[in-house]
């Protein structure tokens, strides 16, 4: 089967240069064509996205965004719709996930942008969100408007199916003409989102595009960065460093690099009633999308004194894992994701030979992998693709000199403990650069409205246009009615 992925607006596929994706998964194999723009096609284009913002989407109530966007969620939630039918067929062909984890995983991520968490979204960072249509009274006097960017650029990695819809949403609710750049690893839903929105709103339609380079482009990447007033960037910490070596001074530059999640354990949770099922839970953060996420656990620190031991309980989540291993398959893993699965898997074997207090469960040939650690150890990433170690630790409290020092990497951790230890343990965490807290199963699943590493979805990407309680009173003077 061959798609065309991208939207262009104003731009004739027949005017294009494509070029062609191969993915191959579960027996099947799908082509995909991308298209490649020169330069003149490039800036052509993101003149025309900012002029139909600033002409159209600018003039728009946020209500009636919010409302449009609800719709075209509404379809690629409707699994008789034919994008959302092909969406099922296509994407564990092109990402490798098993289709169950794509048809779950995407039903729960799209029910994210539904009209009622919008607001979520925007309340979370707007006191009023009228702000975003008009001046509104501020706090301290006199009047604020919010202003989106006019051309918002989006660089979007493909580890996980979907992630360019919260940016691109999130861009859309602050009336920003967009630009999207698609991953090579997932090129395709953005383009389905940005078609259905374009079918129910046509000049919406025309104030984004979704394009693409081949990463580490750095010529045709400059074209894109130097149109831009402000930059959302996904990936490694690398490639972001040179992107933002490349990005104009004046542009605003917004990242999400790499971090480790982590979860912690209390013996509050280690019964033999409780324990089986938060085990389950544990095993299915790890499963869902092979830790490819920012937010996937790869470390979990299990406390001592519970009436189910570290190690009863790692051998808890070894067995669940074996089920979701049957239930849904690892996906196929690269040479590189393999080899790096097999030596974080031989250098912990090779540590457990000597060392009574260090187990690793599971075979080589399984598609996962479980090391129980008795003694304390800090926070370390695992080999991904279902690769987690479970520490043993004599407190709560040790948690926090185990992933403080690594304060740069951290974003998501999941608590099981009772309510006054989750909310002493948080705070702790916190102090250490842990920006969100989530029940174990949640891990993967953002709530709406998440500040993604601790930031504002929708604040960060505007300017604000104060008028001044002394403009209004001096204004005054100049009334028609004064005498």
């Not at 062609?20 to 027996?27: E, M």
């Not at 008789?80 to 039903?107: F, K, N």
């Not at 994701?337 to 009574?356: C, K, T």
């Not at 020092?405 to 705070?427: D, H, T, V």
């Amino acid at each position: 089967m061959n798609l065309f992925a991208g939207h262009l607006p104003g731009i004739a596929a027949t005017e294009v240069e494509w070029r062609r994706l191969d993915f191959s998964a579960w027996g099947e194999g799908v082509t995909v064509d991308v298209p490649l723009l020169s330069e003149a096609q490039g800036l052509a284009l993101a003149a025309r996205v900012r002029e139909n913002a600033r002409s159209y989407l600018k003039t728009l109530p946020v209500a009636e965004i919010v409302a449009t966007i609800d719709k075209a969620i509404a379809r690629l939630l409707d699994r008789e719709d034919p994008l959302r039918r092909q969406a099922e067929a296509l994407l564990p062909v092109v990402t490798g996930y098993d289709a169950e984890t794509v048809r779950l995983g995407l039903s729960g991520y799209l029910r994210t942008f539904r009209a009622p968490q919008l607001q979520r979204f925007l309340a979370e960072d707007f006191a009023n969100p009228g702000v975003l249509d008009g001046f509104q009274p501020a706090m301290k006097g006199g009047f604020a408007r919010a202003h989106g960017p006019e051309l918002l650029l989006h660089i979007w990695a493909g580890n996980v199916p979907g992630l360019s819809l919260w940016s691109l949403i999130s861009g859309l609710l602050v009336k920003a003409g967009s630009i999207g750049k698609v991953a090579s690893a997932e090129p395709l839903l953005a383009g389905w989102f940005a078609q259905i929105l374009a079918e129910i709103d046509p000049r919406l339609g025309e104030c984004l595009a979704i394009v693409w380079w081949k990463g580490g482009d750095a010529a045709s990447e400059q074209v894109w960065l130097n149109q831009a007033d402000t930059i959302v960037a996904y990936g490694g910490n690398d490639a972001l460093a040179a992107i933002r070596e490349r990005a104009p001074i004046t542009a605003r530059f917004l990242t999400h690099g790499h971090k480790i999640g982590f979860g912690v354990v209390s013996v509050a949770a280690l019964d033999a009633r409780k324990a089986g099922a938060l085990a389950r839970l544990c095993a299915h953060d790890a499963m869902r999308y092979e830790q490819q996420g920012c937010y996937s656990p790869q470390m979990l620190f299990v406390e001592r004194g519970g009436k189910v031991s570290p190690r009863e309980f790692a051998e808890m989540v070894s067995r669940e894992l074996a089920a979701f291993a049957r239930r849904h398959p690892r996906r196929a893993l690269s040479v590189a994701e393999a080899a790096g699965v097999a030596a974080w898997r031989s250098g912990e074997e090779m540590r457990a030979f000597d060392n009574e207090g260090r187990l690793v469960l599971g075979d080589a040939e399984d598609g996962w992998s479980v090391v129980q650690v008795d003694a304390a150890e800090p926070l370390a990433p695992s080999g991904l693709n279902r690769t987690l170690k479970i520490v043993a630790v004599e407190s709560l409290d040790a948690v926090v000199p185990l992933v403080a020092p690594f304060r740069s990497f951290l974003q998501s951790a999941a608590i099981a403990a009772s309510p006054e230890e989750l909310f002493r343990i948080a705070a702790l965490l916190g102090e250490a650069g842990v920006t969100r807290i989530a029940a174990f199963g949640t891990m993967t699943a953002p709530e709406a409205g998440w500040h993604n590493d601790g930031r504002f979805n929708l604040l960060d990407l505007v300017t604000i246009t104060e008028i001044e309680h002394s403009a209004e009173l001096a204004a005054e003077a100049f009334a028609p009615y004064v005498d």
